[in-house]
Structures are given as C-alpha cells and as structure tokens.
C-alpha cells in the first residue's frame, strides 16, 4: 500500500494526544487498517469495502487464511479441495470487518507468543495483590524507619526500595509511595522530590532488571518479529538490550546523585525544597483530591497481613520467582506458576492470608490486569494489520535512503521519544515500531540490540517526560503531590538526562 499504510499509525498518534488514552487510538487504528486492506485488494479485482469480488489464486489453504482469501460462496469443503487441487479458481477476498474478525482470532488463537505473554501478564495481577496483602511490604518499611535519622537516609532508603519491587512499575510506585511518605514527610522533604525518585527509578528499573511486566511485553514484541532463535525465551531475546536501554541507565545514575546531593537541584524543586523546610508543608498545592482508586485499595490492604506477616511475606514468594524462572530455562510463566503455588502454601501454612481471602485477592488480581490484557490483544493485532498492509518494508525502505545506521540510534531514541512523550503510550508505540526497528536491522546487518535498546529508552523517556503518563499519574498519586507542579520540578532533570542519552547513542553508533 506505500505511503498508505501510513496513516493507520498517523492516526493512532493524533488521536492519543488529543484524547490521552491508548486503548481507543490502538482500537481506532486497526479498525482503519482493516477496513483499507478491504478497500485496496489486489489490482484488477474490483473489490469494494463491504462486498467481495472473485480473483485467482494458487495456494493452500494455510496460505489462503495467511494472505485474507476467503470466499463466502464456498463450503469449508469446497475451499479444502480447492487448495488440495492446487489449481486456480475462484476465491473470494474478504471484506470489512469479516477481515478484521479473522485477524483477531489468528491474533488470539494462533499466536503462541501473545498467548504466553497473556497468561504471564494475568498471573502478575494476582501475584501482585498477594505481594501486597501480605503486609510484608508494610513489614519492610517498618523495619527500616527504626535506623533512619538524616534527610539523604530517608531519599536513599526511597531510592533503593523500588530495587526489591522489580517485577512491576506499578508494584514499585504504589508500594515505595505509600511506605515513604510520611517518613519523607518527618523530614521535610517535598513530595515532588519523592515523586522524582520513585519515578526515575520504578519504571527505568524495569528494562534493566530482566524479570518485569515490561520485559515480558517488550520481549513478547521482539521474539515475535523475529529476532533470537526459535528456542529463546522473550527473556532470553530481551537480555540483550539491557547494556543499550542507556535512558534507563543515566536516569538512575542522575537520581542516585541528586540524593547524594552531587547534583544540582533546580529553581522549581529549590522552591519545593524551601516551602517544605520553612513551613513544614511537604504537598504540592491543589493536590489534596489526588490520590486514585489504587492507591487507594493499595493503602487499605498493605497492613491486613495475618499473625504470620513479617519481611518475609514479600522476599521469600519474590526469591521463589526468581528461582522457578532460572530452574526453567528463564520462562517466566513456568516461574510465575511455581511461585503462586509457592505463595499459597507459604501464606496459608503461615496464616498470612486466609484461603478466602486468598482466592477473593486472585479473583481481584485478574480483574486489575484485564485492561492491560485488551491493550496487548490490540497491539498485537495492530502489528497483523500493519504486516499486512506493508508498513513495515515501506519505512525499512525510506529509512535505508535517508538515515546511515551510525545515526540509527539516536533517530530512533529521539523521534519515536518525541512521540511517546506526547502520546503517553510507550507500550502502543512499540507494538508498532518493534517489527519495523528489527526488519531494518535484519535487512542492514545493524545492531539490532544497540537499536532496540534506542526504542525501549524512547518509551522510557516518554513515561518520565509525558505530564500525562499512566506512570506520571500513579506516581502523582502515590506521593499525593499535583502532577502538573511534579512534572515541571522533574523536568531539567529529564532534559539532562535525554542530552546524555543522546550523545551516548551517537558515540554508540559511530562505534559499534
């Protein structure tokens, strides 16, 4: 389709800046794609939106679904022997949304590496709620506050405590902002600090630690456009770009330094500083209504740990994830599995958690992740229609005339940042960049990690740049501090470290 399979993409982007969502954009644009591939079928067809016209084919019947060919005309037998034959006849394309219904359930049924990213991503929802009402979270907080006497113990403590929630960016916000607060709070440290730290450390800590939620969907993303070998694990293939995730990387460092206080602190979070020493008021203005529904439920349920809750609610079912993933091979579904199974027992046998509230908390668990689950269902069946459409050999092609590999890196780190930082949605952009990065990269002989490495730190950059992030907007919530005044104290901050990133990339790539 050329420049046409363009505008599905286009149009996800101007609709999720303007609405601030990423469900209806993604919805929006695969409907749009679908409905084009109707309209543009094969030259001489005839084919109209709606109605099917009758073209010749010699194929099979695998590649006659591949490839949309249907005909409504024709029995399943018929169809059957008409790829047994193997001779021209008439089928059928199909048209909208018949064409979009089969994507979805090809999408769905079909491919193996959606299903596996599915049930890992359910089973965290359930995991999580465990992890939470265990009171073992609470425990840790607790434990640390007897030795905390200064204000950088207290910023360091912060910092270091979203290294134990790893698996989620959620898990690490929700849980570091409720035990922080009031601890940060008795020293006089302003909320839009701690919202600094947890945010330049929950979700970066994610593309570096090779066991998370969005390891998982990157991973998913990366095996499925063919890069690793076909025994690799989503694990496995995005290990690779743990060096190169260089956003990640200086974030954490530059954070490490601003508690330290090795680093220069700005007018803004200067003021914020100063409000909260000289008047004892550590909330930002007009944030007294912020916090959400989650962090709600997460308050309500941190301490309702049994008799047996202690520090060791939370490391010992964590330590278990980690064994059951390397004692299967990194398949972190083998290892969620065993760890739930772990996790019952333990709290159960303990009297942590009783067997019906057990089974009401994985209940919830499922319910807190169905939205993540459509998100990654459409994104998935965006990447089909794209595929389809020739999205993808389309920009490979345009990239290859007007960009030498050596810039590669820092393009793709810049732009598709640009983009997440307006769109929010790092997760919907790289279900449509991925496949386009590693057909270049197959095509060039780049380095395909170097450059993946480029677009997880572009989503990265988003999630900590974007005003209106779902990570901005947790982590607003968590700490209680008005995200728009969090945002703008955190933003010389992020523009340092997107410089450093940048001129990293460039030095990457003329070198590598």
Same mark, same amino acid.
């Given at each position: ?21 990423? +469900?209806?954009?993604?919805? !929006? ?9 109707? %309209? ?63 994507? +979805? ?18 089973? /965290? ?29 207290? #910023? ?17 916000? +929700? ?7 009031? !601890? ?20 970066? #800590?994610?593309?570096?630690?090779? !066991?998370?939620? %969005? ?33 990640? %990387? ?39 209504? #912020? ?48 760890? #739930? ?34 998100? +990654? ?83 990265? %950059?988003?999630?900590?740049?974007? /005003? ?45």
């Amino acid at each position: 389709m050329g420049i046409w399979s363009l505008l599905p993409p286009a149009i996800i982007i101007i609709i999720a800046i303007k609405t601030r969502s990423s +469900l209806i954009p993604l919805l !929006i644009g695969c409907t749009l794609g679908y409905m084009m591939l109707a %309209w543009f079928n094969p030259p001489g067809t005839g084919s109209s939106l709606f109605t099917t016209t009758k073209v010749d084919t010699l194929t099979t019947i695998e590649n006659i679904k591949e490839e949309s060919y249907y005909s409504e005309s024709l029995s399943s037998a018929e169809l059957f022997g008409l790829a047994e034959k193997n001779t021209p006849d008439a089928v059928a394309t199909v048209a909208f949304p018949d064409n979009m219904i089969t994507g +979805l359930y090809d999408v769905v049924m079909k491919d193996e590496a959606l299903v596996w990213v599915l049930y890992v991503c359910a089973l /965290f929802g359930p995991f999580i709620g465990l992890l939470i009402a265990s009171g073992g979270i609470a425990a840790i907080g607790k434990k640390a506050v007897k030795n905390l006497k200064t204000k950088k113990q207290s #910023l360091l403590l912060s910092y270091f405590l979203g290294f134990i929630f790893f698996v989620d960016d959620y898990l690490s916000t +929700l849980g570091t902002g409720a035990t922080m607060k009031k !601890i940060t709070d008795h020293f006089k440290i302003p909320r839009e600090m701690l919202g600094y730290i947890i945010g330049a450390v929950s979700v970066p #800590l994610t593309v570096i630690v090779p !066991i998370s939620t %969005w390891t998982v969907y990157i991973g998913g993303l990366m095996k499925d456009s063919g890069i690793g070998g076909e025994d690799a694990s989503a694990i496995d293939v995005f290990v690779g770009t743990i060096p190169y995730n260089i956003y990640a %990387w200086v974030a954490m460092v530059v954070a490490l330094l601003v508690v330290l206080g090795l680093f220069p602190t700005f007018k803004r979070m200067k003021l914020a500083m100063k409000r909260a020493e000289e008047t004892g008021v550590t909330v930002a203005p007009d944030s007294e209504n #912020l916090q959400s529904e989650s962090v709600d439920l997460y308050e309500s349920t941190q301490s309702n740990g049994g008799k047996g809750a202690s520090i060791n609610s939370f490391l010992l079912p964590m330590l278990s994830l980690i064994v059951f993933t390397l004692l299967n091979d990194n398949d972190l579904l083998k290892g969620i599995i065993y760890a #739930l199974g772990f996790t019952f027992f333990y709290y159960w046998i303990g009297k942590i958690v009783s067997m019906k509230k057990y089974i009401q908390l994985f209940e919830d668990g499922f319910k807190s992740m169905t939205f993540v689950l459509v998100v +990654l269902v459409v994104t998935y069946l965006l990447k089909r229609v794209s595929d389809d459409m020739g999205l993808t050999t389309y920009v490979v092609d345009i990239i290859k005339d007007n960009v030498t590999p050596q810039l590669l890196p820092a393009m793709i780190f810049l732009l598709i940042g640009a983009i997440t930082v307006a769109t929010g949605s790092s997760w919907g952009v790289y279900a449509v960049v991925t496949m386009i990065v590693a057909e270049y990269c197959n095509q060039t002989g780049a380095n395909v990690m170097l450059n993946m490495g480029a677009l997880i730190s572009a989503g990265i %950059w988003g999630a900590n740049a974007c /005003f209106y992030s779902d990570s901005r907007i947790l982590t607003a919530g968590a700490t209680q501090s008005n995200m728009t005044e969090q945002s703008l104290t955190q933003l010389p901050y992020v523009i340092i470290v997107t410089v450093v990133t940048t001129i990293i990339y460039l030095v990457l790539g003329y070198t590598m």
